[in-house]
Every structure is written in C-alpha cells, then in structure tokens.
C-alpha cells in the first residue's frame, strides 16, 4: 500500500521541477519540497495504513469483521 502512495507522489515531482527551474525564491521553496513528494507521501501513506489497520482490528472483535468463502470449482 505504501508504494501505491510512493507512486502517486510522483504526480507532484514534475510540479515541483517545474516550480524550482521557473519560480520565484518562495516557489523554488514550495518547489523544493513538491520535489520530495514521493518521499512525504510514502511516509505519510504509511503511518496512516497503520493508524487505520490497528482501528480496524481494533472494531473487528466488536463487529465481527470480514468473512470470505472460497469454494474449490473443477
């Protein structure tokens, strides 16, 4: 799941190029930091995936959670 976020992080990096090649100080700053947005992403993407887990396992002993059947077809 992290590097699903990592990869859309991507969309920023071409912003952030564009931004630091073209901009103003204050925009080469903002620029800088749209370069790093994989990186803020997959950190992000992570601590959240496992904030929501743990609140999920967390409701499932209440809830009952998830049950799936898999049936074998020849």
Do not use: Q
Request: proline content about 4%; cysteine-free.
């Amino acid at each position: 799941m992290t590097a699903l976020y990592v990869l859309i992080g991507f969309i920023y990096t071409p912003f952030g190029i564009g931004m630091m090649v073209f901009g103003n100080p204050v925009l080469k700053k903002i620029g800088f930091f749209y370069t790093l947005g994989p990186i803020f992403m997959g950190i992000f993407g992570f601590v959240f995936f496992v904030i929501f887990a743990a609140a999920y396992n967390a409701l499932a002993k209440w809830l009952g959670g998830i049950e799936v059947e898999v049936k074998n077809i020849d």
